[in-house]
């Protein structure tokens, strides 16, 4: 038995007077009103009505079932209404998972005008590189970079993801000259741990011409920001995102190599995601956050204003220390 449609049956005989006239409020027939107040009267073990052939009249159980039901009613059509309002103008908790050095530099920055233009929102931030299934952690939005996992969570593009090579001055003035993706295989690579394969992937702008390298080097480490302080430090080449990286090319720090070469860890299309969990539609809360930072970061994205959004690898010519080393 659906308990809430017999109650909302049952309260519509008591205020109509009649069997009859309560299924013709609610859409359905004579003999569905009275088998759900028959069900409630069997649930409960009394009687609601003394049914007479004219009229039906409250017993005083029924008297007493009537005074809650309105109230459990008159709640519940409340708490649909205030639901729905919700869903209809930015307000709530946003639970955002972003990943820790991307989020500090270009999220976290922006929030307290975000939380500024929406007073009814707060927002409850988890900086974690770990990807969490946001449905179980009861999370409304993620930050993803890169490559996207197949899942049934929606993503919306918020900016491309491109990765530089770079390395710093002092560690080009000591080390042998690179003028094509070829020439890394005498280099000391700094390598991001997680990347997908041992290669690097490079298109050349001009004539389309795709290699993939391998690459090898004395430090590796499954976070960036190492990475990226290794290369300041002149202890080699990275390929580094460029949201990371372009503050450090723009002061001097890195110098950007192989310019006319589009550059990354794999062939797989990538970028800077919002991920949220499949429904309906977005939550009005969730939607001015995307629109929000999808404004703040740009077309192309302030951190990278040279870049434009190029379509992947999709095959390459693949390099050995064998073929390229004399």
Known sequence: MDYLHAMRLFVSAVECGSFSRAAEINGTKTSAVSRAITALEQDLNVGLFHRTTRRIH????????????????????????????????????????????????????????????????????????????????GADLAIRIGALADSTMIARKLAPHRRILCASTEYLAKAPPLREPADLLRHNCLIWSLQPTDRWFFRHLATMMQEEVPVGGRLRVDDAKPLRD?????HGVALLPSWLV?????????????????????????????????????????????????????KPPYWDPSWSDEAPLVSSRRLTSRTLVP
Do not use: N
């Open 230 to 234: 290794a290369a300041v430090a002149g």
């Open 58 to 137: 409250l017993t005083e159980p029924g008297t007493t079932f009537y005074e809650h039901s309105r109230s459990v009613l008159k709640e519940f059509d409340e708490a649909r209404s205030a639901t729905t309002a919700l869903d209809s103008r930015p307000q709530g908790t946003i639970v955002l998972h972003a990943p820790s050095a991307f989020a500090r530099r270009h999220i976290m920055p922006f929030m307290p005008e975000f939380l500024d233009l929406y007073p009814d929102i707060r927002l409850d931030v988890s900086l974690a590189d770990v990807r969490v299934d946001l449905v179980s952690v």
């Open 246 to 298: 372009g503050s450090d090319i723009a002061e001097g720090l890195l110098v950007p190599l192989l310019p006319d070469w589009f550059a990354m860890i794999s062939t797989a299309p990538s970028g800077v995601f919002g991920v949220y969990p499949p429904r309906r539609s977005v939550p009005p809360k969730v939607r001015v956050l995307l629109d929000f930072l999808g404004a703040r970061f740009g």
